[in-house]
């Protein structure tokens, strides 16, 4: 299963339900994608399905036993950003600001670090979250950006009427060279800016360094890293928590890290803590790349256990 077809596909149709759910009345609304989310819902009890097989992999990784209920609530969460998306589209970013909430976590970090000299780097584990919590960060600071625009033109185009309908001053960085990207993103850093990025990256690239998570050795991408080694610029790892119709922007202590691998990991803990908390926040888990990762550390723990239960047999 992998996202990036998926969602070439479903982007116009998602649009056109967003948009058109977004012009009923509220209650008519949420019953309508009610109904979408009872097919998705029921999609879990297909047997030997990859949905069900990945969250349960994750509960096995993580000493957990609610796959069902971590399921269920990530859909619910699916259901109310369509919801959010489809107001946007239609009334502007209003609505979206005063049901996204700063945590007072993000605003302790911004306050203890905003002197610095060369702005903040805020990451996020996926661009959906940074789409969703950018306006309202450009209302508590000066903020930037950076959007990976799709490769599909009907889905690029579509992205960035959301993307002039939310306000935020913008970095593109898909067809842009390296070299310009770069002395943008420093550009705003050095006028004090708050750059927000997604690293949500977990194979090999030209641009990863060797991390791991939940036990396993990944790839992470090593851009936020390197420049903050270069300009003392403080990481901030944050997450984006759907609470029903609110979505609340959370924060981990910021640091500075010289050294870019150490760097990585540091935000790749931060990640897994807050995937470990709110698992039904990171439908991304579901991808083609992390469910390997989670199969992978499922099948440790089973193996671990074995090997426990076979040397107590040995030894009574």
């Known amino acids: 299963m992998h996202f990036g077809p998926i969602k070439d596909v479903i ?6 339900m967003a948009s058109a759910v977004a012009g009923l009345r509220e209650s008519a609304g949420r019953a309508t994608m009610g109904a979408f989310g009872a097919l998705f819902r029921a999609a879990y009890f297909v047997p030997g399905n990859h949905l069900r097989r990945t969250v349960g992999n994750f509960c096995r990784a993580t000493s957990r036993s609610d ?8 859909v619910g969460n699916l259901q109310q950003a369509t919801l959010h998306y489809g107001g946007l589209y239609r009334r502007g970013r209003s609505n979206l600001l005063a049901q996204t909430v700063i945590d007072t976590t993000l605003a302790t ?25 950018s306006a309202r960060l450009s209302t508590f600071c000066p903020t930037v950006l950076l959007v990976r625009e799709p490769r599909s033109p009907i889905r690029c185009q579509l992205m960035m009427e959301y993307l002039r309908k939310l306000g935020p001053e913008l970095i593109l960085t898909r067809n842009a060279p390296p070299a310009s990207i770069m002395r943008s993103i420093m550009r705003a850093l050095r006028d004090h800016k708050v750059i927000v990025g997604t690293s949500d990256v977990i194979h090999p690239g030209p641009d990863t360094v060797e991390t791991r998570a939940f036990g396993q050795g990944i790839h992470s991408p090593s851009w936020p890293a390197r420049i903050a080694a270069r300009l003392g610029t403080p990481i901030v790892p944050g997450f984006i928590h759907m609470e029903g119709r609110q979505i609340r922007i959370f924060a981990d202590e910021g640091y ?9 990991q540091r935000w790749m803990s931060s990640f897994e803590g807050w995937f470990r908390r709110y698992p039904s926040d990171w439908v991304f888990m579901l991808d083609k790349h992390w469910a390997r990762v989670l199969a992978a550390a499922s099948s440790q ?5 074995a090997g426990f239960i076979s040397g107590g047999l040995a030894h009574s």
């Not at 970090?109 to 702005?119: A, C, D, F, I, V």
């Not at 500075?256 to 990585?264: F, P, S, T, V």
């Open 67 to 74: 796959p069902w209920p971590i399921y269920s609530r990530m």
């Open 11 to 16: 982007a116009l149709p998602l649009h056109w």
């Open 256 to 264: 500075r890290e010289l050294d870019i691998q150490k760097g990585a």
């Open 301 to 305: 723990v089973t193996s671990c256990a």
């Open 109 to 133: 970090q911004y306050e203890r670090l905003r002197n610095s000299k060369s702005g903040l780097i805020f990451l996020v584990p996926h661009c959906a979250a940074a789409l969703l919590s």
